[in-house]
C-alpha cells in the first residue's frame, strides 16, 4: 500500500482542487456530488451492436467530469474517488437486477473485467475489483451480492484506443477465459459483468460469451459510464 499512500498524500498536497470540475476544493466538491448523484442510470446498448452483446446498465455518460474521475481513480489511485464511483456502480447494477426481472431470491456475482495483465502488475492496483467490491457493499442490504474475479486474460490484447469496433471485437474475439471452472457454475448465482466503461460493447460482449460458455448464468453487466458516440440512442425502455 506504499504507493497507494504516497499518491493519497500527493492528491492532498497537490491537488487541492475538485476532481471532477477542477475548482479549488479538496476531493470531491458539493455541486459534483449532487450532479453526480442525480445521474439517472438506465439501460444502453452500443450502435452498432456486437451479436451477443449482453443486457447492460450505465450509471451515465462518459462526460468530461466522469472522465477525469474514472482516470484519476485508475491512474493515479486518487483513492478518495472510491466511494463516489462505487456508489455509482452500485446503481448501475441495481437498475440491472431490477429491470431484468431476476428471480426472487437470486444470489448475484458481481464479476469485474479484468485489467490488462501489465497494467495491474504496474500500478498494483485492480481499480474495477476495488469499485466492485464497494458496489456490493453497498447492495447487500438489498440482495445477496458479492464479487468474484472469475475472468481471466487468456491471451495478450493489443491497445483498444484508435481501434474501430469491428477491429475492437476482432482484438478480443476468444480473449477471456473462465479462472476456475471448478468453482462452481451453480454457486456463483447470477452473474453482472462490472466495468468502469462500455464503448463499443466488444469487451462486455466477450466477458458474456466466455461466463456463458463456462456454464455460468449472465444476468447482464452494469458499468459506471457509457460514451456518447457510441451510445448515442441512450433509453430506458423500462420506465
Ligand atoms: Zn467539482
Given at each position: 500500500m506504499g504507493m497507494g499512500w504516497w499518491a493519497a498524500a500527493g492528491d492532498l498536497l497537490l491537488g487541492a482542487r475538485c476532481q471532477a470540475c477542477l475548482?479549488?476544493?479538496w476531493g470531491l466538491c458539493p455541486a459534483c456530488r449532487a450532479s453526480l448523484r442525480s445521474r439517472t442510470p438506465r439501460g444502453t446498448r452500443p450502435t452498432p451492436c456486437p451479436v451477443g452483446f449482453p443486457p447492460t446498465s450505465t450509471a451515465?455518460?462518459?462526460?468530461?467530469?466522469m472522465r477525469r474521475l474514472i482516470v484519476g481513480h485508475k491512474e493515479r489511485q486518487a483513492l478518495g474517488l472510491a466511494p463516489m464511483l462505487g456508489e455509482l456502480l452500485a446503481t448501475a447494477c441495481w437498475h440491472l437486477i431490477r429491470t431484468r426481472v431476476a428471480p426472487a431470491e437470486a444470489e448475484f456475482t458481481l464479476v469485474?473485467?479484468?485489467s490488462a495483465r501489465a497494467a495491474v502488475r504496474s500500478r498494483g492496483y485492480d481499480a474495477t475489483a476495488v469499485l466492485a467490491r464497494r458496489a456490493a457493499a453497498l447492495l447487500r442490504p438489498a440482495a445477496p451480492v458479492r464479487v468474484r474475479r472469475l475472468l481471466r486474460h487468456h491471451?495478450?490484447?493489443?491497445?483498444q484506443s484508435g481501434l474501430d469496433a469491428a477491429a475492437r471485437q476482432r482484438n478480443l474475439a476468444d480473449s477471456l477465459r473462465v479462472r476456475d471452472a471448478a468453482a462452481g457454475a451453480t454457486r456463483q448465482g447470477m452473474i453482472i459483468i462490472v466495468d468502469d466503461l462500455v464503448t463499443t460493447g466488444?469487451?462486455?460482449t466477450e466477458a458474456s460469451r466466455a461466463l456463458t460458455a463456462a456454464g455460468m448464468a449472465v444476468l447482464g453487466a452494469a458499468t459506471?459510464?457509457?460514451t456518447r458516440r457510441h451510445h448515442a440512442a441512450l433509453a430506458?425502455?423500462?420506465r
Open positions: 475548482r479549488p476544493w451515465g455518460w462518459y462526460d468530461e467530469p469485474p473485467i479484468p491471451r495478450g490484447v493489443h491497445d466488444a469487451t462486455l459506471i459510464a457509457a430506458d425502455r423500462t
